[in-house]
């Protein structure tokens, strides 16, 4: 009895510590949570460059897992986020960088946005001064004062 | 008349911005790369796995450097043109086989020919990332000092190389 029921016991120990090895298996480099931390973060500001509208926390291309893995072991060796973008720019351009930074390439990008609201502002107050003008330009006629007065009575 | 004149004249504007952008690449992603220097690598050989290739066993001549697998769809495109070029015997390619397995690219390169002065075995991808490789196929151009020229990504078209590829290559070979 005491003998089956150590059997038992055994061959669930047995299959707990492969199953532990199993799920050990399946994550390489993931021990870290400081590290882990740090992956997810620069996923979600890298392009994935196959699917191009996807960062690289979306994105399931090979590639993506493949840079996600080289990001992992950057942040494992205790590089800072700029240092492992840094090292991407230079292979893989700024278009990595999901979001583009300011430089004369990006200008127009960045400040046409707001050459266009400047643009709309000083249309808008041309046109409302016209308007005023016009208004001032045209004062009412006998007529219609009489009109006014009639109906004001 | 004059006032709609100047919605129409946007309009043309706007019209000819979104005409050119028919027919721009988002693909064709500037390289970083171009100008500098071709990251150093020590890859085993393709056909003799024992043997190693490095960039720098090419200094002194320009050289294609052709990245490509038996699994891509585009390499199978351009791979009769490359087979032409090494043909001339214009200039050396030598490819590097990406995240491929042994078998499949021998096969691949007996049943297709083979144009490459030999090819470097890429299995995981690393120096992939360090040549910012992400759409096999890819082509560069490597001058005698082992500075990268051009970059071409994708498949290499027939007027790719008779318009950039080669002329490049006969100004860099006079140099």
Known sequence: MIKKYLLSLASILLLAFTLQGMANEAQPLQSDAAVEAQVQRLATQLRCLVCQNQTLADSHAELAQDLLQEVREMAAKGMSDQAIIDYLVARYGDFVRYKPPLNKTTSLLWLGPFALLFLGGIGLLVMLRRRQAMQAELPLTAAETRQINELLK | ?175
């Open chain 2, 1 to 175: 008349m004059k006032k709609a004149l100047i919605p129409f004249s946007l309009f043309i504007i706007m019209a000819g911005f979104l005409f050119k952008g028919l027919f721009l690449n988002p693909r064709e992603v500037p390289s970083p790369l171009v100008g500098k220097p071709a990251p150093a690598f020590s890859l085993p050989r393709l056909d003799q796995p024992a043997k190693t290739f490095s960039p720098k066993d090419m200094l002194g001549q320009v050289w294609l450097f052709n990245v490509w697998a038996s699994w891509c769809g585009a390499c199978r495109d351009e791979h009769p043109l490359l087979v032409g070029l090494a043909k001339t015997g214009l200039v050396p390619v030598v490819g590097m086989d990406y995240k491929d397995t042994a078998a499949e690219a021998e096969q691949w390169l007996t049943e297709r020919g083979n144009p490459y002065l030999l090819s470097a075995v890429d299995a995981d991808g690393r120096v992939g990332i360090d040549y910012g490789v992400y759409g096999v196929p890819e082509t560069y151009v490597i001058d005698k000092a082992g500075v990268i020229a051009y970059k071409q990504i994708g498949p290499v078209t027939l007027e790719s190389l008779r318009d950039d590829i080669l002329p490049l290559v006969k100004r860099l070979q006079a140099q």
